[in-house]
């Protein structure tokens, strides 16, 4: 079933068009019993993105970027004050497009033409990024260290690939049993980082298998003052605050969608904030600069060897192990579906193979799309490098989808449509604050760092602001292809429909139209 309303003909015969003056983007009401989701749930949704390895994995690049244990826990502080600015501004998208989906529709709101362009880079930008790998990549490492296995090149990647198999195998086969895992492993992650925080304190009175490091007498000691550095470390903390927007994604399936989204993004936020600042002190409280720096992303794992001794340090290592299990349980579960929304919107090719949720109910062909992606990344990367490039080839194009959705807010605040709402001064702050933040984020990595500073061992500088680019680059040439070159060749137009799915869900679907 599908609604068609006459969309005004272009006099050039358009290759694309709609059905319709105006797709709908506002709220879907058209079946409220999949509205399951609460504001407990909706809180935890984000909750438990975000609390993936980032505080376990990423406080040592962070402070040997910074240069000082002050800079370092200010850089999670403004870490902090960037993800409230940006959970504020999918509050905004949140309450105007309340709708599955997340930067998607936001970008098809903001920019409408050309045609179906805003729509291509999209899906390579979803399609491209191996959002799992680096976790996989983060559990193979501990594991193997609780394991007290060496950590080679190839054993790594054995690992990381045995892990993100897993994680497809069991969504794709078995749902249930990978949302029930799923579950536990969330809850036992938080559990995991309020014990790193009792054993910092634990450590600041003193109970140590080793002395004291005293970090705090001149915190601010070695700070760098670079703003290559500083941009790396805010790549690495925001990394750890990714998520925020997670429930945003799943807006049709969320009870009281405006009124949850306004309180479930501040809350969590609120609480992860707390937990995170309270992690890194009980870092620095366990564990000298040095050590720190030199632990690699071993730096919770080092802080229970100092605190418990070296039993205790293989223990660590195997929750942490269990928490990136988690988050690649998460990842993927996501990012699965997002390649089968794309899949059956019509944008990918071979498009039903992809949407298809057969044979165990579960979109299988969707996440193994990301399954094989996430193996060229493990396999293709020197492993030195491959956590880092994965987290700056993420963050790369996410500031630039960021900010424009955050100029984008304050543009409409002037030239509105007419089904956008009024925006508060608090919300165009937010906005212009996270969207000249972003802009910093990916102008920066294009200057060349100071000696010392570089983000990578055997890759340039330069390596993840050109992947970046490239996936956009990408996303360019398959509209190029996709809506112009194809359709004129084989003599057909696109024309976009909004459907009634079987999953009751509204969606925009692509359908190839011959002429009479």
């Given at each position: 079933?599908?609604?068609?309303?006459?969309?005004?003909?272009?006099?050039?015969?358009?290759?694309?068009?709609?059905?319709?003056?105006?797709?709908?983007?506002?709220?879907?009401?058209?079946?409220?019993?999949?509205?399951?989701?609460?504001?407990?749930?909706?809180?935890?949704?984000?909750?438990?993105?975000?609390?993936?390895?980032?505080?376990?994995?990423?406080?040592?690049?962070?402070?040997?970027?910074?240069?000082?244990?002050?800079?370092?826990?200010?850089?999670?502080?403004?870490?902090?004050?960037?993800?409230?600015?940006?959970?504020?501004?999918?509050?905004?998208?949140?309450?105007?497009?309340?709708?599955?989906?997340?930067?998607?529709?936001?970008?098809?709101?903001?920019?409408?033409?050309?045609?179906?362009?805003?729509?291509?880079?999209?899906?390579?930008?979803?399609?491209?990024?191996?959002?799992?790998?680096?976790?996989?990549?983060?559990?193979?490492?501990?594991?193997?260290?609780?394991?007290?296995?060496?950590?080679?090149?190839?054993?790594?990647?054995?690992?990381?690939?045995?892990?993100?198999?897993?994680?497809?195998?069991?969504?794709?086969?078995?749902?249930?049993?990978?949302?029930?895992?799923?579950?536990?492993?969330?809850?036992?992650?938080?559990?995991?980082?309020?014990?790193?925080?009792?054993?910092?304190?634990?450590?600041?009175?003193?109970?140590m298998k080793v002395p004291k490091p005293n970090n705090f007498s001149n915190a601010f000691e070695g700070t760098t003052a670079s703003a290559s550095s500083f941009c790396l470390s805010l790549y690495n903390v925001i990394w750890s605050y990714i998520g925020f927007s997670n429930v945003n994604y799943?807006?049709?399936?969320?009870?009281?969608?405006?009124?949850?989204?306004?309180?479930?993004?501040?809350?969590?936020?609120?609480?992860?904030?707390?937990?995170?600042?309270?992690?890194?002190?009980?870092?620095?409280?366990?564990?000298?600069?040095?050590?720190?720096?030199?632990?690699?992303?071993?730096?919770?794992?080092?802080?229970?060897?100092?605190?418990?001794?070296?039993?205790?340090?293989?223990?660590?290592?195997?929750?942490?192990?269990?928490?990136?299990?988690?988050?690649?349980?998460?990842?993927?579960?996501?990012?699965?579906?997002?390649?089968?929304?794309?899949?059956?919107?019509?944008?990918?090719?071979?498009?039903?193979?992809?949407?298809?949720?057969?044979?165990?109910?579960?979109?299988?062909?969707?996440?193994?799309?990301?399954?094989?992606?996430?193996?060229?990344?493990?396999?293709?990367?020197?492993?030195?490098?491959?956590?880092?490039?994965?987290?700056?080839?993420?963050?790369?194009?996410?500031?630039?989808?960021?900010?424009?959705?955050?100029?984008?807010?304050?543009?409409?605040?002037?030239?509105?449509?007419?089904?956008?709402?009024?925006?508060?001064?608090?919300?165009?702050?937010?906005?212009?604050?996270?969207?000249?933040?972003?802009?910093?984020?990916?102008?920066?990595?294009?200057?060349?760092?100071?000696?010392?500073?570089?983000?990578?061992?055997?890759?340039?500088?330069?390596?993840?602001?050109?992947?970046?680019?490239?996936?956009?680059?990408?996303?360019?040439?398959?509209?190029?292809?996709?809506?112009?070159?194809?359709?004129?060749?084989?003599?057909?137009?696109?024309?976009?429909?909004?459907?009634?799915?079987?999953?009751?869900?509204?969606?925009?679907?692509?359908?190839?139209?011959?002429?009479?």
């Amino acid at each position: 079933m599908a609604t068609t309303i006459d969309y005004e003909e272009d006099k050039k015969k358009p290759l694309v068009e709609e059905t319709g003056s105006e797709i709908s983007f506002g709220d879907d009401d058209s079946l409220p019993e999949r509205r399951q989701i609460g504001l407990p749930s909706a809180v935890f949704i984000i909750f438990n993105r975000i609390i993936g390895t980032g505080v376990f994995a990423t406080p040592s690049s962070i402070l040997g970027l910074s240069g000082s244990v002050g800079l370092s826990l200010f850089m999670w502080v403004i870490g902090a004050i960037i993800a409230a600015a940006g959970m504020q501004v999918y509050i905004v998208w949140g309450t105007a497009v309340p709708k599955n989906g997340g930067e998607k529709n936001y970008l098809e709101y903001l920019f409408r033409k050309p045609k179906f362009l805003i729509t291509s880079v999209f899906a390579a930008n979803g399609v491209l990024l191996a959002w799992a790998a680096g976790n996989s990549l983060v559990f193979g490492e501990y594991i193997l260290r609780a394991a007290n296995v060496d950590p080679g090149r190839w054993t790594l990647r054995l690992v990381g690939f045995a892990c993100i198999t897993f994680a497809f195998l069991l969504h794709g086969t078995a749902l249930k049993w990978g949302l029930r895992l799923q579950n536990v492993l969330g809850v036992f992650k938080i559990l995991v980082l309020v014990f790193v925080i009792i054993t910092g304190f634990v450590a600041l009175g003193g109970h140590m298998k080793v002395p004291k490091p005293n970090n705090f007498s001149n915190a601010f000691e070695g700070t760098t003052a670079s703003a290559s550095s500083f941009c790396l470390s805010l790549y690495n903390v925001i990394w750890s605050y990714i998520g925020f927007s997670n429930v945003n994604y799943a807006l049709s399936e969320v009870k009281d969608p405006k009124r949850t989204v306004r309180i479930a993004g501040p809350l969590a936020i609120a609480v992860v904030t707390v937990l995170y600042m309270l992690a890194n002190i009980a870092y620095f409280a366990g564990a000298t600069k040095e050590e720190i720096t030199g632990s690699g992303r071993l730096v919770a794992a080092l802080l229970f060897r100092n605190v418990y001794g070296p039993r205790a340090e293989r223990a660590l290592s195997t929750f942490v192990a269990l928490s990136a299990l988690g988050n690649v349980l998460s990842v993927i579960f996501s990012q699965g579906r997002v390649n089968q929304e794309l899949g059956r919107e019509g944008i990918l090719p071979f498009s039903k193979f992809w949407g298809s949720n057969r044979p165990f109910n579960a979109p299988l062909t969707g996440l193994g799309l990301h399954w094989v992606i996430c193996l060229i990344v493990i396999f293709a990367l020197p492993p030195g490098d491959a956590y880092n490039f994965v987290l700056n080839v993420i963050s790369y194009p996410l500031s630039v989808i960021n900010a424009a959705i955050s100029f984008g807010i304050i543009y409409l605040a002037f030239r509105p449509y007419p089904d956008w709402p009024t925006v508060n001064l608090f919300g165009l702050i937010a906005a212009a604050f996270f969207g000249a933040v972003n802009v910093f984020l990916f102008v920066v990595p294009l200057t060349t760092p100071p000696e010392g500073a570089e983000p990578y061992v055997d890759l340039p500088y330069w390596t993840h602001a050109v992947a970046g680019w490239a996936v956009f680059g990408l996303g360019f040439l398959y509209w190029v292809l996709w809506a112009h070159v194809l359709p004129r060749i084989a003599g057909y137009k696109l024309r976009r429909i909004e459907e009634i799915g079987k999953d009751g869900l509204r969606r925009h679907v692509f359908k190839r139209i011959k002429p009479e």
